[in-house]
T-cell receptor, first 113, second 112 residues
Framework: TQLLEQSPQFLSIQEGENLTVYCNSS?????LQWYRQEPGEGPVLLVT?????EVKKLKRLTFQFGDARKDSSLHITAAQPGDTGLYLC?????????????FGKGTHLIIQP | NAGVMQNPRHLVRRRGQEARLRCSPM?????VYWYRQLPEEGLKFMVY????????ESGMPKERFSAEFPKEGPSILRIQQVVRGDSAAYFC??????????FGPGTRLTVT
C-alpha cells in the first residue's frame, strides 16, 4: 500500500512570511500533483511534477519533486491571506496497482493578515 | 470551458434508501474517477471508468456500491441501502492524461 505523509498537518503564519510544506513517501511515484482545496469545494490542481529533481514555479509557489521521486515540497514566498486553504499532494504510479491517485491527508494552511 | 460538473451538490438520504450521484466530465476527457472523502481523512480512490467500461474498481466497497459511465450521459455512482457510515463527500474527477485529474465540486451525502 502506497502512503503519502504530509507535514505539517496544520500551519498558521503571518502575512508576508515564507513557508514550506512537505509530502513524503517510501514509495516511488511516476508523477505527483499538488492540489488546493477550500471548504465545500473540490480540489483544484496547482501543478504536476513528473521528472525526479524537477522544480516548477507558479507565481509565489515553488514545487519540487525529489530526485528519487518519493517526496515533494511546496514553498510559498511572501504568503498572503488568499493562500489560505488545504494543500494536498497526490501521487500516481503507472507501474501497477490502482489507477487512481494516492492522496496525503493535507496541510491546513492559515495566513493571518 | 465547463469544468467537471457534479449533481446534486448536497444529498440527504435516510438509512436504507438509494443514493445516485452524477458526474459529467470536462469536455474532451474520456477518463472518469470517483473518490470519497471522509471527515478527517484524505481522499480515497474508489473507481476508474472509461465509456461503457469499468477499468479499475479496486477501491470500491464490495457491496452496495456500483458505478457506470454509459455511452451517452453522465457517469453515475450508485449506493444502495445507504448506512450512516456512507456519509461523506464524493468527488468525481476527469482526465485526458491518466495522472492529471481535474475534480468537480463534489456531492455531500448525509445519511440520517
Amino acid at each position: 500500500t502506497q502512503l503519502l505523509e504530509q507535514s505539517p498537518q496544520f500551519l498558521s503564519i503571518q502575512e508576508g512570511e515564507n513557508l514550506t510544506v512537505y509530502c513524503n513517501s517510501s514509495s516511488v511515484f511516476s508523477s505527483l500533483q499538488w492540489y488546493r482545496q477550500e471548504p465545500g469545494e473540490g480540489p483544484v490542481l496547482l501543478v504536476t511534477v513528473v521528472t525526479g529533481g524537477e522544480v516548477k514555479k507558479l507565481k509565489r509557489l515553488t514545487f519540487q519533486f525529489g530526485d528519487a521521486r518519493k517526496d515533494s515540497s511546496l514553498h510559498i514566498t511572501a504568503a498572503q491571506p488568499g493562500d489560505t486553504g488545504l494543500y494536498l499532494c497526490a501521487g500516481f504510479n503507472s507501474g501497477g496497482g490502482a489507477d487512481g491517485l494516492t492522496f496525503g491527508k493535507g496541510t491546513h494552511l492559515i495566513i493571518q493578515p | 470551458n465547463a469544468g467537471v460538473m457534479q449533481n446534486p451538490r448536497h444529498l440527504v438520504r435516510r438509512r436504507g434508501q438509494e443514493a445516485r450521484l452524477r458526474c459529467s466530465p470536462m469536455k474532451g476527457h474520456s477518463h472518469v474517477y470517483w473518490y470519497r472523502q471522509l471527515p478527517e481523512e484524505g481522499l480515497k480512490f474508489m473507481v476508474y471508468l472509461q465509456k461503457e467500461n469499468i477499468i479499475d474498481e479496486s477501491g470500491m466497497p464490495k457491496e452496495r456500491f456500483s458505478a457506470e459511465f454509459p455511452k451517452e450521459g453522465p457517469s453515475i455512482l450508485r449506493i444502495q441501502q445507504v448506512v450512516r457510515g456512507d456519509s461523506a463527500a464524493y468527488f468525481c474527477a476527469s482526465s485526458s492524461l491518466l495522472y492529471e485529474q481535474y475534480f468537480g465540486p463534489g456531492t455531500r451525502l448525509t445519511v440520517t
